[in-house]
Each structure stands twice: as C-alpha cells, then as structure tokens.
C-alpha cells in the first residue's frame, strides 16, 4: 500500500549507517513514521532539514509496521536562516510542539495550513509576536483554547490599557498584544511574558496531565531571546 502527499519534516534520527526514521506531517494523513533509505548520503543529507517540505511517497504493508517514505524536496526554508540563530531555535521550538502534540495518522489540513503560515510569520517585523498568537492557534487547534480575553480583567493606569489576571496569592500583568492582537505596542519584556505566559498554561493543562516533559527546543528558544 503507498500514498503521495505534501508534508513538513518534523524530526529525524538515526537507524542504521545509511538511513534515517522521519516523522512527516502531510496534508492528507496527518503526522506519519516511516524510515528515509540514503538520508545520509550528500545527495539527500543536505535538504533534509527539520521544516522543509517535500513531496512525500509512503509505503508500507500494514497499518502495524513501519513503512519507507521517498521524499523530493519542494521548499528548503530553514536553510534561509541559517544565519539567524534565534529564528532557527523558533523554527525548531514550533516543528517540536507539532511533534509532541498531534496525533499519529490523524488528518488536520488546518495544522498543515498553519505550518505554512509559520514561515510567512518569520519573514515579518514583529514575528516574534506573531509566532506567540501562533502558538495559541495551533494549541486552540489541537482542542486548548487559553481564551485570553475572557480571564482577563482590565483597568486604565497612567492613561493606558493594562490587562491581569489576579489569584488569592498574585496579580499577574498580560501583555497588551495578547488581548488586543492589532497593537503594536509591546517590547521585549512583554514578549518575554507572553512565551512564558503560554509556557505555563501548556506546561500545566497538556504537558503534565499527558506526561510529556517539556520541550528543550523551546527552552532554548527562550532564553536565546531573554539574552539578545
């Protein structure tokens, strides 16, 4: 049985000397394993990195055992930021989030779709916060809706906007961007506030009850952007 789709390299590791286990989320079948023959020949080795996209042939004898895929490359984006060390940490905190958080063979076009948005996001001024409102698309995608707005209280402080949320213990400030998602007043510090913000929500409402520890790739991403 086989099957011909368009998909983004999620993650490799190593089989055997020669080969590779790909995991591939396509438009039409969802995240899929399957082993890549050659991958560490010159020929492939070099566009096989994590966030490309390729058209992907699949095979396999039964739903139960792993199947091979072919691959052809269509667009080589991560190698554009090469040179940008924290774009390329994003690139791989996003790509691992899909990873961790979808499921085997389940179709989702939107989640394909989203991961094209993705790298249209990268090109703009303000990506890094346009890459945080895109982590909560893709968590309310995947069944967690944060619902910002609505937990949220509001109050007006030396003539501007300001949002919390209070508990009996704190009262913790959200950035503005992240209510009022057309502002384009926010700095680093709140960009900061914002990962974190998502950061704790994911940490204790899927990460933890699902057993899943959190994402080194994403770590690293932010402290790469707390230190710039």
């Not at 991560?78 to 961790?100: E, H, V």
Request: proline share 2%; with cysteine.
């Amino acid at each position: 049985m086989y099957w011909d789709d368009l998909g983004f390299l999620l993650s490799k590791n190593r089989y055997n000397e020669n080969s590779v286990i790909a995991e591939i989320f396509t438009e039409n079948n969802g995240k899929c394993s399957g082993i890549i023959f050659g991958a560490t020949s010159k020929k492939i080795k070099s566009y096989l990195q994590i966030g490309n996209k390729f058209h992907v042939n699949y095979n396999y004898k039964n739903d139960n055992k792993l199947g091979y895929f072919k691959i052809e490359i269509l667009k080589a984006f991560t190698p554009l930021y090469f040179d940008n060390k924290n774009k390329l940490l994003c690139i791989s905190s996003a790509l691992n989030l899909i990873k961790l958080l979808t499921v085997e063979s389940q179709e989702n076009y939107k989640i394909f779709n989203l991961i094209d948005e993705f790298f249209l996001i990268l090109k703009n001024k303000n990506w890094v916060k346009e890459y945080i409102l895109w982590e909560l698309k893709f968590l309310k995608l995947i069944g967690y809706d944060l619902e910002i707005e609505n937990l949220v209280s509001h109050e007006i402080k030396n003539n501007k906007n300001q949002y919390y949320v209070k508990s009996e213990k704190e009262k913790k400030l959200v950035p503005n961007f992240l209510v009022d998602k057309d502002s384009d007043k926010f700095n680093k510090d709140d960009l900061l506030k914002g990962l974190k913000l998502v950061s704790d929500y994911m940490e204790k409402s899927i990460l933890k009850p699902n057993n899943i520890n959190y994402p080194i790739a994403r770590s690293d991403f932010f402290n790469n952007l707390k230190n710039l």
